[in-house]
């Protein structure tokens, strides 16, 4: 299988952020591409989730998830830039 | 907990389950769901499934054969069934109905399951923004929603693009999604590309080449 997208980052890391994480603008500490979390290449049949740069292939985000904890490593991060919702709808999901 | 509440065949080997879900807060189109699986033995399984309705919780599922959720989705949950859900999610591969500018979406197989909840969003709204479905299968038995697509409808242009077999009389030869598939609309619209790895990465390349802004197109990607 083919791997698939940060859209599908959503569910689980709704788990631990208030806000929708894949809108957010990421930054490669690589290579220094910026765009949304979106569009990192996700590879999600592994016991964890990693998500790689679209650029360069290095890691920028990987998520483990045991029945008590989560646990995140954004170290392949630089930065995240994140819209927050102007109150309407916007938040919603 | 969402309980299946209907269920509508839409092809041989996909299945549209529409689910109550107390408490749904609403959605976005283009928007999913995470739909969990525990087995007795509390082994899980997670995938994620697009809303494919703007105003009920619906998910359009393909049976991938050797699959282990989607065949069970499609062929075994009953009405009345409860099934774990985690949703909405995702605020990217969303459209929002207003008047915004000229949209082209562009499906393969089930990734029109997202498309088609905005096309569904943009009738509800009465929206003015015009729509343009570039929209692969296999054959035309392999069509989701195909008695909707059919109707006509103002603003909306559908066009199907077959890759192993055609209608009789079809004028396109079967073959993937070409440039030319594409109709030769102004570049300047949003852009949303779903489907399988391979056939996203091949029509968001087509969209680049053909001189659309890579940050008005959005992609998902389904595996
Ligand atoms: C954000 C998002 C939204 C999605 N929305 C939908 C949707 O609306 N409808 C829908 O039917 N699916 C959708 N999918 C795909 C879905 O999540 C599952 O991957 C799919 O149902 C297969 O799961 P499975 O457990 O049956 O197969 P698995 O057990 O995961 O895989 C079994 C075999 O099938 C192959 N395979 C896996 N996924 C696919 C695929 N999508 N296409 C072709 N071969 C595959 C693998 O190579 C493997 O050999 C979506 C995926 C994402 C990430
Ligand atoms: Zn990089």
């Known amino acids: 299988m083919d791997h698939v997208d940060g859209n599908a980052l959503a569910g689980p890391l709704s788990e631990l952020f208030a806000v929708d994480i894949t809108a957010a603008t990421g930054r490669c500490v690589n290579c220094g591409l910026t765009g949304p979390v979106a569009e990192l290449r996700v590879y999600d049949r592994a016991p964890g989730l990693v998500a790689r740069c679209p650029g360069c292939g290095h890691v920028l985000l990987r998520y483990v998830r045991t029945p008590d904890s989560a646990w995140i490593d954004l170290t392949g991060t630089v930065s995240l830039r994140v819209r927050l919702p102007d109150g309407d709808e916007e938040g919603r999901g | 907990m969402a309980r299946l509440a209907e269920t509508r065949r839409e ?86 109905p207003g008047a915004g500018p000229d949209v082209l979406l562009i499906a393969g197989g089930s990734g029109i399951a997202p498309l088609m909840a905005m096309v569904r969003a943009r009738r ?44 009789d009389g079809w004028p396109r030869p079967p073959g ?32 680049l080449a053909r001189g659309h802004d890579p940050r008005r197109i959005k992609t998902e990607r389904f595996g």
């Open chain 2, 11 to 96: 092809t041989g080997t996909a299945r549209t389950l529409v689910f109550d879900v107390p408490g749904w807060p609403g959605h976005l189109a283009g928007q999913h769901v995470d739909v969990r699986l525990t087995a007795p033995d509390g082994y899980a399984a997670q995938r994620s499934y697009s809303l494919s309705a703007p105003d009920r919780v619906e998910l359009t599922v393909q049976r991938i054969p050797d699959g282990e959720v989607s065949p069970y989705l499609t062929d075994v949950l009953g009405v009345g069934d409860p099934v774990e859900i985690r949703g909405p999610v995702g605020g990217w591969f969303v459209w929002r």
């Open chain 2, 124 to 167: 509800l709204a009465g929206s003015g923004t015009r729509f343009r479905l570039v929209y692969s299968t296999r054959t035309p038995g392999d069509v989701f929603y195909a008695d909707e697509l059919r109707r006509p409808e103002p603003g909306l242009d559908v066009t199907h693009v077959y890759t192993r077999a055609a209608p």
């Open chain 2, 176 to 207: 993937r999604l070409t440039v030319d598939d594409l109709g030769d609309g102004p570049p300047d619209r949003d852009c949303f590309v779903c489907g399988p790895t391979g056939f996203v990465e091949s029509a968001a390349d087509m969209l």
